[in-house]
């Protein structure tokens, strides 16, 4: 629970919190599941501060510094947070931060622009849930998405022939000689393998975003900001945005095609719902009037799901500046105790040979 006394000494104002923290150096305020709703905190000294599920709802935070804060399980809903400096503190998936303003918010925390500081997903998730920071792992989730992905659009490409130049029959590559398909029956069947694709797809594309929320680096931002899919490649230009947005829609959304082989064209335009029905039940496709609405269901709710995956690899993948100058600061200290301990390691191999 929340300090009693330091809750009582934040209704004192900025001034009177801000003298007390430096006459207190070094002592961490706990402000744990404290409940500050729409509170005055403009320009208060929060650093390392533990907010842990605090509740901070259209909290005024404007120019405060929450550098080092713990802010897991807090709710900064509707928060103002311009020109807050948020180096090194960390949230969590519990963390809610949703109508946030003066920060950008990204697949792994928030950014403020004028601080150039971002609140990040705390890199030791629980024990048990197999997560943490690894570009690679996400790289290789969406590889596998991709990959699935495309044989399911080749599928609809397939759809697509059929619709345009109304082949009787077609093979399918791999099967070249040993099964031919009418529309009606191909159609079935890519239904039923698009459905089975892109449930795989969505697992690809749920791990991939899952293990996003933990990167922190600049490398890691770029490789996975970057990756050649158009579903999971972040663009920051409004032109390209739109642009990826509704190429997105198209190749997420490719198995409506299939809905143009199991209607009556004809007769739907004109209200013929008789006839509708009649084609339908009609249709030389062995339990095709139970399955088909069932897997096409299913079908369009995967798209769906997949879909809105897509748009949240929309958000940027970000990293706080302070961590990576400390980050580097640290590699170059390691580069140099390494290369220090190579030019002694040479002098005794020498003055071994030498004597």
Known sequence: MANIEQIERIKQGPEAWNLWRKANEGLRPDLRNAVLKEAELQGFDLSDANFNGAILVRANLSGADLSGADLRRADLSGASLDDVNLSRSTIDIETRYNGITGCDIGVNGFYSLSTDSAALMRLDPPGNSMQGSSAEAVLESLRQARKLHTFSVMLGGIALLFMIIKPKTISLPYLAGSFKFDDISYAFLATILSTALLSQ?????????????????????????HFPWVLSKFESEPKNRRRSRIMRMFLVYHPVIYLYFFVKWDSLLVGDWEGVVLHYQGLPVVLGEYLLPVIFV????????????????????????????????????????????????????DQKRSS
């Open 201 to 225: 797809v969505a697992s690809f594309i749920d791990s991939a975003i899952q293990g996003a929320h933990y990167l922190n680096d600049r490398r890691s931002a770029m490789l996975v900001g």
């Open 298 to 349: 299913v079908l369009m709710m995967l798209c769906r799901h997949i879909f809105m995956q897509a748009e949240r690899f929309q958000k940027p993948i970000l990293f706080d500046s302070e961590t990576e100058r400390l980050r580097r600061s640290d590699m170059e200290r390691l580069a140099e105790a390494v290369e220090k301990q190579s030019v002694e390691i040479g002098k005794l191999i």
